[in-house]
């Protein structure tokens, strides 16, 4: 891995669909910034979403981004929510190194009704239930995950850092945005496209007494007990201001590198930068596994899936529409 200091401000190219690592070494905090647009736009409209619907998408989408690029393994990180909300679920499937797929479900009359009342943000669309981050391994490996109420008022920002907290309990900041653009071709159509950008920032410190955090709730401890309370640090409270003066359109603007949104935040301290991951939209289905799966159905069932002489599966992910004939299917 080759790394470079940016000392000063860089003029470089906005690099979309990649993920870039990075560490400021005075603050003890390492992080990743994410930029998404054409990869992103592909995986929005095949879907046809309603705009909120395919922001939230997006934000997930973001997110898991940021959090599988992490992983050091051959795995999967999946991002999922189960809710009562219009958007009832989403799932986001990241497969390492580079491979992304997401889809949404949701009531769309629910969903207009939301946008109606001017209550589509992305709390109102979640409502309550949970949100489970996934870590698979693969094999014979035990999966890990983590399971987060949704409150009604949670951003995918609040899960993040609820997560962290709870789950890791690391230090950590997170900012997400999603912007719906429109831009005009050389001859004066109008194009239509979806940008997104992300940015984690966690405190990772040698020494384990200064991470160390207000702890969680007393728990098995006598009742009446009170919960430390212990001062951030002040490396830590830096980093963290800094991560909090981003805006959205720092995050979206095609103008604006990873580079030169990292030089703004830590010129000061010194940033430090690692090699780019680029991501794809790429699903991981294929004929042979929806076969695969049809053909462990009896007969009876296959026959119940049979419309007009065929059996249709489509991918709830990249929208594939897979047909078969149902003969094809059945063990003799």
Do not use: N
Not at 85 to 99: E, L, R
Not at 178 to 192: I, K
């Amino acid at each position: 891995m080759t790394d470079a200091i940016l000392e000063t401000r860089p003029p470089r190219a906005v690099a979309d669909d990649t993920v870039l690592p990075f560490a400021v070494e005075a603050l003890d905090v390492r992080g990743r910034v994410v930029h998404l647009g054409p990869e992103l736009d592909r995986i929005l409209g095949r879907h046809d979403y309603p705009a909120p619907v395919s922001r939230l998408l997006g934000e997930a989408v973001v997110l898991t981004s940021l959090l599988g690029s992490s992983l050091k393994f051959e795995g999967r990180f999946i991002l999922q929510t189960r809710t009562d909300g219009p958007v009832s679920m989403i799932v986001v499937d990241f497969a390492t190194p580079d491979a992304i797929r997401a889809y949404a479900s949701f009531d769309a009359d629910a969903v207009a009704a939301a946008i109606a009342a001017g209550k589509a943000s992305s709390p109102d669309l979640l409502g309550r239930g949970q949100l489970a981050m996934t870590v698979d391994q693969g094999g014979d490996m035990s999966r890990y995950q983590g399971v987060v109420p949704l409150d009604g008022g949670s951003t995918f920002e609040d899960v993040a850092h609820t997560y962290f907290r709870q789950s890791e309990q690391i230090p950590t900041r997170v900012r997400l945005a999603v912007a719906e653009m429109l831009t005009r071709t050389p001859g004066g159509a109008p194009v239509h496209g979806w940008r997104a950008g992300g940015l984690i920032v966690q405190f990772l410190p040698e020494s384990e007494d200064r991470v160390r955090r207000r702890d969680l709730d007393p728990g098995d401890g006598p009742e009446g007990t009170a919960t430390p309370v212990l001062d951030d640090d002040d490396a830590w409270m830096e980093a963290r201001s800094l991560v909090d003066t981003v805006e959205d359109i720092e995050l979206t603007d095609p103008e604006v590198s990873h580079e030169r949104l990292l030089f703004r935040l830590f010129h000061e301290r010194g940033v430090r930068v690692f090699d780019a991951l680029a991501l794809k939209d790429q699903c991981r289905c294929s004929r042979e596994r929806v076969q695969g799966m049809l053909e462990q159905f009896s007969a009876e069932d296959v026959s119940e899936m049979t419309v007009d002489g065929e059996i249709v599966v489509t991918c709830e992910f990249c929208s594939t529409h897979y047909r078969f004939d149902p003969a094809t299917l059945v063990k003799g």
